[in-house]
């Protein structure tokens, strides 16, 4: 397997714009994750999802936030509109309980810039 | 509210060496912990999860341990190579929520 796959490696986007970033998980993992991390506040779970559905959204920083899971295999994190202090490296992991426990495996992130 | 805590923030030691590195946390009342590596400009890999009710976790040259009562975990890594330089971090599931509460790691350079 490729293991957790995002998309765009790298965003460089002026304040106002939309950003959409995306994860295709591992194949047959029930969790999907969205993560934010920057160097004063770390890690932040953001969302998850369990078999599409959205469980906990509790980390979502604000409205201009939202994220989506239309199938098992794709989800998506847009930020509309950015703003400077969005700027972070976005993770996506995805996990499966019952075949691995709760082992997190992690994508390469998303490093987003917010000019 | 459950804190987690990495000391030291970083750590260099010459090749070769074993070493340990400390999580601690405040609440014991813990579901599980799990220890993860993280490379410069990658995402992170789990290493060891320890479930609440074990005591350690063993993958190759890496050890973790779990104490709930004293709220600690130490990651022992025998015979230390430069490609384990990385920052390790622990992560703490509090309970039945998928939230996990992260330490800020410890950065370890090992010293060819």
């Known amino acids: 397997d490729a293991g957790v796959i995002q998309s765009p490696r790298h965003e460089v986007t002026e304040m106002g714009q939309e950003v959409t970033l995306r994860c295709k998980p591992i194949?047959?993992?029930?969790?999907l994750f969205w993560y934010r991390q920057t160097m004063m506040r770390g890690l932040e779970l953001l969302i998850y999802?369990?078999?599409?559905?959205?469980?906990?959204d509790s980390g979502m920083p604000e409205d201009r936030f939202s994220a989506k899971m239309p199938n098992a295999s794709f989800s998506t994190l847009k930020i509309q509109p950015s703003e400077p202090r969005d700027s972070a490296v976005y993770f996506c992991?995805?996990?499966?309980?019952?075949?691995?426990?709760?082992?997190?495996?992690f994508g390469s992130g998303t490093q987003l810039s917010v000019l | 509210k459950q804190e987690v805590t990495q000391i030291p923030a970083a750590l260099s030691v010459p090749e070769g060496e074993n070493l340990v590195l400390n999580c601690s946390f405040t609440?014991?009342?813990?579901?599980?912990l799990q220890w993860f590596r993280q490379d410069p400009g990658k995402g992170l890999t789990s290493l060891l999860l320890?479930?609440?009710s074990q005591r350690e976790q063993t993958s190759g040259r890496l050890n973790a341990s779990l104490d709930k009562s004293s709220g600690r975990s130490t990651l022992y890594i025998a015979a230390s190579q430069p490609g384990d330089s990385a920052t390790y971090l622990c992560?703490?599931?509090?309970?039945?929520?998928?939230?996990?509460?992260w330490g800020a790691g410890t950065k370890l350079i090992i010293k060819p």
């Open positions: 992991a995805s996990s499966h309980y019952r075949a691995q426990g709760e082992k997190l495996f």
């Open positions: 194949s047959g993992h029930d969790y």
């Open positions: 999802f369990n078999n599409n559905v959205p469980i906990d």
């Open positions: 609440d014991s009342a813990i579901y599980n």
């Open positions: 320890i479930q609440s």
């Open positions: 992560a703490v599931r509090p309970g039945s929520n998928y939230q996990l509460i």
